[in-house]
């Protein structure tokens, strides 16, 4: 187990590396860095004087090493819009993201469970066919049409619920819904099928025909080997979600990562967006690392591999 | 090698009898009539639009639809320009299927030949392979091209290059398994034996036989880069105004969400419909062509 850790450790960070250089690059991918982050009438002479500035006319790896060491000592910049850290607005407005992702994730299990389990257990039935045709079209569905649409229905026309922005709980539902939807009709596919493939196991069989009721089989046997692939799934959709809100923010001007990341683009604020990215990256190796883990820990086959 | 070519031969009659089995999958055949008429809008455009989707008008601004108080001249409505709204639904559906066809083209192609090379010579090639789609899975897709955005400007352009270079994981991977298995049949081993290069090897024996994968997950793509075209532009950092974008028509829509309901509504459906179609015939592509595929 612990070579297992180890190894998976020493990939996670091999993977942060190469993230950071990614981050790095980008600021350099038009050639010259400082032009991202002057106002368009600056003079040559500004630019080449905020070049030496910022340390812009050293070698790229010096830069990279120089970027390296700050990342290492939390400073991943600072937005040219605020003048503020660029880290400390965006875990300011974390919280914002983890909440509307956690809202979208826990909508999306609490009705992917249930309809994937019975459309595994009845395949073929009416209520199959309907979840899977819905599994379908929410997979499909643009979130931002979506959003709008909720917003049509429940805040235009009815009036039940507010149209944007982060207040009362009320104001969570409709961004949540929005951003689950997608999670929700993949898992429930997804559980289907691992729960259709466990079924058509030996053990199973072996189980009914010892005389164990269904649900004594579902509960003890079912359920648990089929939860290996979901939970991944689901570990993967929560981090592709948290790195994913910026259109559901968009929509609902929801104060969260993904909206910050969008202003900094509007605003040329260029650190900001870099640590946007970087942050985002950082939390989904990590949530990745994670599941790594827990699924070693839930397979055995895998740690002794 | 008889049993390999029989194989061959059995497997592609039997997809052809699959093939008919479209007309059992009333869905399927949706999508794919669906994506068919969205094909043939965006390539006729010129001919079926009945304005031109630039041409303002202040007097005919923010009419409804016909059905609704406005009146046939413009069926859908104007929007806030005077500015018909049917000819730009008509003029969106090619810029959609533009940039979504040569994404998907440019991703794929990318993809592909990554994952073919790849799987083909294995050892540190295919590791560092597998650690760039681990790097690019690693960074939020739509964070990346926003970032990528933020550095070369919004343009129709820059936008196409940037999904297409953005794109190819999907198609690496799954290439790249494949490879791994076909690397190892008979016809690999004859071809070689008979004094093969490797970049033929890998062009005219290997390639072909991963094409399958590739368009089932290209199907599958395209509908996720004409949504993703569509959020850019309705965000403003894709497809610049004045050309006609279901995605900034809903951008633009949405401030008259109260009044003037059309503006947005109908761009929406466009889209909603468009990606909804795809992935109908993708999934049946996907039945057809390879099963074991789990996406």
Redesign the interface.
Known sequence: MKTFILRRLVMTVVLLFMVALTVFLLGHLSGDPVRLMVPEDATERDIANLRRELGFDRPLAVQFVDFIARVARGDLGTSLRYRKPALGLVLERMSATVELSTAAMVIALLVAIPSGIISALRPGSLADTITSHISIIGQALPPFWIGIMLIILFAVQLHWLPAAGRGDPGSLVLPAITLGLWPMARLARVLRSSLLDVLHEDYVRTAKAKGLAERDVLLGHVLRNSAIPVVTVAGLTYGTILGGTVITESVFAWPGVGRLALEAVYNRDFPLVQATVFVAAFVFVGINFALDLMYGWLDPRIRLR | MPGAAGAGLRASSLRRRRAWGLFRRP?AVLGLAALTLVIVIAIGASFIAPHDPYVQSLDERLRPPFWSGGNLAHPLGTDQLGRDILSRLIYGARISMAVGLAAVLISGSLGVAAGVTAGFYGGLVDEGLM?LV??RL???????V???????GPSLLNLIVILGLTGWAPYARVVRAEVLSIRERELVTAARALGASDGRLMIRHILPNTLASAIVIGSLEL?QMI?TE??LS????GVQPPTPSWGSM?GEG?DY??TS?WL??FP??A??LT??A???VG?WLRDLLDPRL?L
Not at chain 2, 138 to 144: G, R
Not at chain 2, 234 to 237: I, K, Q
């Open positions: 869905q650690r681990d790097l690693a960074l939020p897709f739509i964070l990346l926003i970032a990528v955005i933020a550095v070369f509908a949504v569509s959020a309705f965000l403003g950092l809903l949405r969400l109260l309901w947005a509504t929406g459906l889209i909603a990606a909804v795809i992935n109908l999934d789990q």
